[in-house]
């Protein structure tokens, strides 16, 4: 279906000011990963006053099976919106603006925010249903409305798939979903192919053997042979991998000792690794082991230890089923609305939701801020980002409608 929404999928003024009352609600109360219990249970009490069967999937996911009400037969279509705040303080200035905080894995208590733009991901798929729900008339078939926790941490797509999400809701044969960006309201962006890195992030201990600061001979300095890791881990990207497939190696944490005079037992790095081929993730971290357990060896040290923190799958838009949802959201925001874009280095799990059932993916980008310079606007994960609220949601459930009707729409 390519042409633009009916007019009975408009929003009316009462039901903009419900959607705008419920996504602050939302953007007041985030959640951590795998910890978004309050956030699950409203979404479930929205479904159920919608009027759509739903069960509780992968901990604190929500899986919403819309079927239609007359029983008129067509596709069964998936829909993904993830749920999961993140370690931010809140710095946008926003009268609805978070003050929620959370514990982390390892007990650390820490302010949250929907410094992602979830709640305008929620929000958007909601206002969808809510539409459809009102109009049986303008579609068919099926939708299943996948409310997934735990995004930011790669775990959530995992753990659904683990619970059953594919054996206890139709099997859909297309998945949907959608990403609040830097980009201006209204503007959309689906890239064909790899949209979104494939991601590795791992900690690395090195193991030393402790002594006094001036009795150096008696010591294996964790420090030094992990500095050495560092710099050589460097090399990786420009000397290993095939330039025509991008790879980015970056260390984001290095700690090790507590006192000045003392060299330490152990060092601990963490480093994040993009690529966009399996290929070339097999390279890349066989380099990474490879290094770092010969700076070790080199330093007479013991083995060092690996632990993998997270790990992303690939985002893989299928081609023509790309085409199909971007003709629709070009009838539907505007010819020069629908941009061509290059991947993105950041990676996303919802790809795993559709490659676990060897069906396609189309996942695309929409806008949320006012104006046209996207260089002004505040990034994802930034304590900043602060989509705008009335074009974002706009342009979130107009964008989530459009991709569904390309499907089920009659």
């Not at 991901?121 to 909601?126: D, G, I, N, R, T």
């Not at 090195?206 to 881990?233: C, E, Y």
């Amino acid at each position: 279906m390519t042409t633009a929404l009916p007019d009975a999928l408009r929003l009316t003024d009462e039901a903009r000011e419900r959607l705008h009352a419920d996504y602050r609600h939302l953007h007041r109360h985030p959640e951590l990963s795998m910890q978004e219990h309050a956030t699950a249970a409203w979404i479930e009490e929205q479904l159920d006053e919608i009027g759509v069967e739903r069960f509780r999937c992968g901990g604190t996911g929500v899986v919403g099976v819309m079927r239609h009400p007359e029983g008129a037969e067509g596709p069964v279509v998936a829909f993904r919106a993830d749920t999961d705040g993140l370690p931010i303080e809140e710095d946008t200035g926003l009268p609805y603006a978070s003050e929620a905080r959370g514990a982390l894995p390892d007990g650390r208590d820490v302010p949250v925010m929907h410094g992602c733009g979830h709640d305008t991901h929620v929000m958007s798929a909601l206002a969808a249903a809510r539409l459809l729900a009102a109009a049986p008339q303008t579609w068919r078939g099926t939708i299943v409305w996948v409310f997934q926790p735990a995004e930011e941490t790669g775990a959530g797509a995992a753990a659904m798939l683990e619970d059953g999400l594919w054996d206890r809701a139709p099997r859909p044969e297309v998945v949907l979903g959608q990403h609040v960006m830097p980009l201006a309201a209204g503007k959309v962006q689906l890239i064909p192919g790899m949209a979104m890195a494939l991601a590795d992030s791992q900690a690395i201990t090195f193991h030393g053997r402790q002594a006094h600061g001036s009795q150096p001979q008696d010591s294996i300095d964790p420090i030094l042979m992990a500095a050495h890791a560092v710099t050589r881990l460097q090399g990786v990207v420009s000397r290993e991998t095939d330039p025509r497939d991008p790879a980015v190696v970056t260390v984001g944490t290095f700690h090790a000792g507590l006192k000045e005079n003392i060299i330490p037992d152990s060092a601990e790095i963490a480093l994040n690794v993009r690529t966009f081929s399996a290929a070339s993730r097999d390279t890349v971290l066989g380099a990474i082991e490879r290094i770092v357990r010969a700076e070790a060896q080199a330093s007479g040290a013991p083995e060092p230890s690996f632990r993998t923190i997270a790990r992303f799958p690939r985002c893989h838009n299928d081609d023509e089923q790309s085409a199909r949802v971007a003709a629709a959201l070009r009838a539907e925001l505007g010819e020069d609305h629908v941009l061509d874009g290059r991947p993105l280095m950041g990676s996303e799990d919802v790809g795993a939701l559709a490659d676990a059932i060897d069906v396609p993916l189309v996942y695309w980008f929409f806008g949320g801020f006012e104006g046209e310079d996207p260089a002004a606007f505040p990034g994802n994960h930034s304590p900043h980002f602060g989509p705008a609220m009335a074009p974002a949601l706009d342009a979130g459930h107009r964008a989530a409608l459009a991709g569904l009707l390309a499907y089920v729409g009659r």
